[in-house]
Structure formats: C-alpha cells, structure tokens
C-alpha cells in the first residue's frame, strides 16, 4: 500500500485528540513537542509531526509508533501488518487535489502549480505568486519532479 504524507496526517487528525497526540509526540518525538505552542491546532501539530519525521527519515518510525499506538484504526486505515511507503507528489504530473496535500497549499495554489507547469526543478515553485522561500521551504522535501 501506498501511503502519502497527507495519509499520515489526516490519520493523526482523525484518531487523536489534542491532548493525546500532545502525550504521543512528548513520549517518542519529545523534539516536536518542545516546538509546540498553547495555542497550536492538533492539525498543525500533526503537519510539524510528519514534516519532522519526514526530514529525519524517520517515517517507518512514526508508522511504527501508530501501529502500536493504535493498531484497529491503523489496520483499518493501512491495512495492517504491510509496511507501506510515503509517496511524494510530482509537480508534473498530479492533480490539484494531490497538490493540495502539500504543505501550505489551499485549492488556488494548487491550481497555479498545475498551470505553471513543467518544472524542471521544485525550486522553479518561486515563480508562482503566493510561492517564496518560506512557503518553498515548507514543501521542498514533500514533492519532486
């Protein structure tokens, strides 16, 4: 099975709480828990989760640690005992709803990178008004070409 980034991410959202995805990363991720604030949403604390362990390759670890932490919604949702693998998003050849599963990116963005295609490189994204550095940043290492 395939999983995406955004997989992982709607599967924090969805099976847990504020307060128990809070536990989780402070009992296993305690680096992404020292960056969390009072007043950050649990989909933002998932989005710093997955961007964490995605950079640290540490995304079989964090699967691992779902498994375990909750092994009927994990089954139900990555069917069980497979190892699935991250899939990242081509900017050539997605759709706009796969780009939107980039970080930062709403339905407009999403669109103007589909209309600004080919790319020959992901740094080729500044071309795109509401696309600079910091937002580049933020989804370099979620999607490629």
Request: charged fraction near 25%; aromatic fraction near 8%.
């Given at each position: 099975?395939?999983?995406t980034?955004?997989?992982?991410?709607?599967?924090?959202?969805?099976?847990?709480?504020?307060?128990?995805?809070?536990?989780?990363?402070?009992?296993?991720?305690?680096?992404?828990?020292?960056?969390?604030?009072?007043?950050?949403?649990v989909?933002?604390?998932?989005?710093?989760?997955?961007?964490?362990?995605?950079r640290?390759?540490?995304?079989?670890?964090?699967?691992?640690?779902?498994?375990?932490?909750?092994?009927?919604?994990y089954?139900?949702?990555?069917?069980?005992?497979?190892k699935?693998?991250v899939?990242?998003?081509?900017?050539?050849?997605?759709?706009?709803?796969?780009?939107?599963?980039?970080?930062?990116?709403?339905?407009?963005?999403?669109?103007?990178?589909?209309?600004?295609?080919?790319?020959?490189?992901?740094?080729?994204?500044?071309r795109?008004?509401?696309?600079?550095?910091?937002?580049l940043?933020?989804?370099?290492?979620?999607?490629?070409?």
């Amino acid at each position: 099975m395939t999983v995406t980034l955004a997989d992982i991410r709607r599967f924090l959202v969805d099976f847990f709480s504020d307060e128990e995805l809070t536990g989780f990363c402070f009992d296993r991720f305690h680096e992404v828990y020292q960056n969390f604030t009072t007043d950050m949403t649990v989909g933002r604390k998932a989005l710093q989760l997955v961007d964490y362990c995605q950079r640290r390759d540490l995304i079989p670890a964090l699967l691992a640690a779902l498994r375990t932490e909750r092994p009927e919604p994990y089954r139900r949702v990555f069917g069980g005992e497979t190892k699935p693998t991250v899939q990242r998003v081509n900017l050539n050849e997605a759709t706009v709803e796969e780009m939107m599963n980039l970080p930062g990116i709403g339905q407009a963005l999403a669109a103007a990178i589909v209309a600004a295609r080919p790319f020959s490189a992901v740094d080729e994204l500044t071309r795109i008004p509401g696309i600079g550095p910091k937002r580049l940043t933020a989804m370099r290492d979620w999607c490629n070409v």
